[in-house]
Structures are given as structure tokens and as C-alpha cells.
């Protein structure tokens, strides 16, 4: 399989980030979420966090959709299957 380089993922204002590098991502609210400011985005190798103009869900779903979900994702509602051994919490 030939490996694929990293996407980018769209933060707004024009800047861009690779998506294995964002590891940490904080909604901006009440005063601090002023001009079009959505979230701060933390990127290994970067000392200060990004501003980004988009929502964190919006730049969840871009690095989700870039990089593969990493385990699967739990199923929602009542009656999900629950791993052998474990209680359900629910």
C-alpha cells in the first residue's frame, strides 16, 4: 500500500494544519468568542494555539474524515452490545 501524506484541515482565516499534528481543540466562549473567532487549535510544534474561524465540531469531522477514525465509533441508543465482561453503565 503506498503511504498517503497527511491532510491538510481548514481552520479559516487561510490557515491550514495537518491533521495528525492538531491535538487538542477549545471552544472559544462569551467575550473571547468575538469577530468570527471559533476555537483554539493546539498543533504539535507550535508553542501558541491557532485561532480558527470554524466551530470544533466542523474541524472534528475534518480531521476524522482526513485521518480514519481511530477506533470505531460507539453506537448510539439502548441495547448497544456491551464488550464481554464488562457492566453496562446504562
Known sequence: MA???PRMVPLGYGKYVRADRVFALV???GAERG???RTL???DGVAEPLVASRSERAIVADIDAALGPAVPA???GV???VAEGQ???L
Open 3 to 5: 503511504k498517503r501524506e
Open 27 to 29: 471552544p472559544l466562549e
Open 35 to 37: 469577530d468570527g473567532s
Open 41 to 43: 487549535v493546539h498543533v
Open 74 to 76: 460507539p453506537r448510539r
Open 79 to 81: 441495547g448497544a452490545p
Open 87 to 89: 457492566e453496562s453503565l
